[in-house]
Structure formats: C-alpha cells, structure tokens
C-alpha cells in the first residue's frame, strides 16, 4: 500500500486521475488531495467518498510514496524537489522536467527500462506524443523509422476545464447570433480551427510542435529521428487526433502494418473504412486505448504509410499514463510499500 498525493487535484486531469487511481485499484493506503490556497478548505466527492482538499506546500508531502503532479510547469518547479527531498517520487504530468537529461519522460509501453534510472522525478510526456509513440515504436518493429510527419487535432479540454466551459459558451453564443471574447484559446474556437497552440518560437514551430518532436526522439532513443509536427486546436471537448505519416527505410506493407498494431498492447485497431469504421473522438472519449485506423500506403513514396489516431488525451494522454507509471514502479520493485504496524 502506498501513500499518494493528487497535486493539481481540481483541475481536469488531477480529476482524472482521481477517477483512475481507483478504477485500477492502484493500492493507496492514504490519499491526499493538494491544489492552490484558493481551493484549499473545499471538497470534492467521488465514488462515494469525499477527499478534502489541502493547500500544496512545500511542507505537504511528509509521508507521502508517491505525488502525481498536473498542477502547471511552475508549480511543479517549485514544489516537485521538495517532495523528493520528504522521501516521495513525483510522476509529473507538465511540461517542466521532460527534457531535462537526467529525468525519465516514459510511456510504460514504450519504455519502462528508463524507469530504472530514475533520480525522484519521472516525466508523462505531452498528450499527443504518448499515443504517437506507441504507435512508432510497434511499427519500427518492421523496419527502421526515417521521418515522421504529424498534424494533430487536439481537443480543448488540453487546455483545461476553463477553455471546455469557453467552447460551450462560445457555441451557445454563435448558435444565438452572438459573439463570445475568447480568453483561454487565442482565437474563437466554436466552429472554428486555430492552428496555434501554446507560443510561437524563433523557427516558426509552437513550443507544442516541438514537443511533439523532442519528446518522440526522447522516448524512443532515438535522437536524430526526423519529426516534424503541425498542432492544431479543434472544437472537440475530449480526445487528441493524428493524421500521421510514417517514413521506413524499405517498404512496409499495411497488411503486416495492421498485424503489428492489431497485437500491441494499448492499441485497439479500427480500420475497415468499407463500412465508415475508424477512430472518431466522440466514440473514443471515456477509453483508455489509443485507437488506430486509416491505415494505407503513402502514394508519394514507396517507403510510406499514412495513419489516422485518436487517444482520451485526459487518459493515456496525462492521468493514465501517469498511474501506468506508478504500476511499473510497483512492479519493477522501484517502489516499497508501506509496512502495515501492527497496534
């Protein structure tokens, strides 16, 4: 059994893994919730049981096993190395720690061995890399990758539950002939694309495509590996979509593409497009697995594959993919329970 700590435990993936710690039975001895002082006092229900939830400080993590932060990169900066220092190992859900050297970024399906690196700190990748490299690394195991191409489609609720709450009033305004200033997505996002998510840096890219790039080469060890990404904002309330091409060093068939998908662990085939089936996010939202279809050979090079994603990003793109983690600590034996005393 092992004490946990939510940090971040209001916003929409601490709720999230709320719900996930306990639809997987993850073994918790005692949970504490911790979010900003604003916050601090409250309470939030599920299952059942009400959790109380205590303000995040530096003093917060005494006893505490393990703390699953999504509490924003500048929190996690400030509070993840005094949660090391009280004994704890932080599976952290931001931006923060992912490139730094010395911090495993893993997607346990992927790349559990760098688990046992680790130093206190372990990074969840961004939302729409974790599912992209699982499908990468099933299918390197055909042939070498030489160059990936990805746009992604990502949902709003990526950007937290206050730009959800901006999509639906943003739709109910436009559906009534009405206006609603966007404050959370840079742009309207009813009816609408925004082909910018997070800033623009100096190469054009927005620090979400470059995520995507340096956290695929990252994860699959794979440094010098040519990713190149366009992220997209989509009025979609849950579920990140990729439209992926895959360059190999020789020719890759989509029959035995589809083989090496319809086997890997974490991924559900939908491809028979005879009969309107592939992945759609209404239908995948609520689902753990990273669902794959669309899957054809690239007519402009004979070394080509072209795919269609979709993955919950609330899920295996931050809360599941996070307690994934604790389980492989747990059963890499990179974690001790906590010895029940007897009275």
């Known amino acids: 059994m092992y004490n946990v700590a939510i940090l971040g435990a209001t916003g929409v993936v601490g709720q999230e893994m709320l719900k996930t710690l306990i639809a997987r039975k993850f073994p918790v001895k005692e949970l504490k919730l911790l979010a900003s002082s604003r916050s601090a006092g409250t309470s939030v229900t599920f299952d059942g049981k009400t959790y109380p939830i205590e303000e995040a400080t530096p003093e917060a993590f005494a006893g505490i096993d393990i703390v699953l932060a999504s509490a924003g990169a500048s929190v996690s900066e400030k509070l993840a190395p005094h949660a090391v220092a009280a004994g704890a190992i932080v599976i952290d859900n931001t931006s923060f720690f992912r490139m730094h050297p010395d911090v495993p970024l893993v997607v346990p399906e992927v790349n559990a061995h760098h688990l046992d690196q680790h130093k206190g700190i372990i990074a969840n990748p961004n939302c729409s890399t974790a599912p992209l490299v699982m499908v990468l690394n099933e299918l390197r195991k055909l042939a070498p990758l030489r ?139 609520g689902s753990d697995p990273t669902y794959v279809g669309r899957l054809r050979g690239d007519v402009s090079h004979p070394n080509g594959l072209n795919l269609w994603l979709v993955s919950d990003n609330l899920r295996k793109g931050a809360a599941l993919n996070a307690i994934q983690i604790a389980e492989a600590l747990v059963a890499r034996g990179l974690l001790k329970a906590r010895q029940e005393v007897a009275l």
């Open 147 to 285: 160059r990936v191409v990805v746009s992604t489609y990502q949902s709003v609720s990526g950007a937290g539950k206050e730009a959800m709450e901006e999509l639906r009033e943003q739709t109910r305004a436009a559906l009534n002939g009405e206006t609603h200033k966007p404050e959370h997505i840079v742009h309207p996002i009813a009816f609408n694309l925004v082909p910018a998510i997070d800033s623009f840096l100096d190469n054009g890219y927005t620090k979400e495509e470059m995520k995507v790039t340096n956290e695929s080469r990252k994860i699959l060890d794979e440094p010098d590996l040519a990713v190149t990404a366009t992220a997209v904002r989509v009025p979609v309330y849950i579920c990140h979509s990729e439209a992926v091409n895959i360059e190999f060093d020789r020719p890759v068939s989509v029959a035995d593409a589809r083989a090496q998908l319809a086997n890997a662990e974490g991924i559900e085939l939908m491809d028979d497009p005879a009969n309107n089936v592939y992945p759609r996010p209404m239908e995948c939202a």
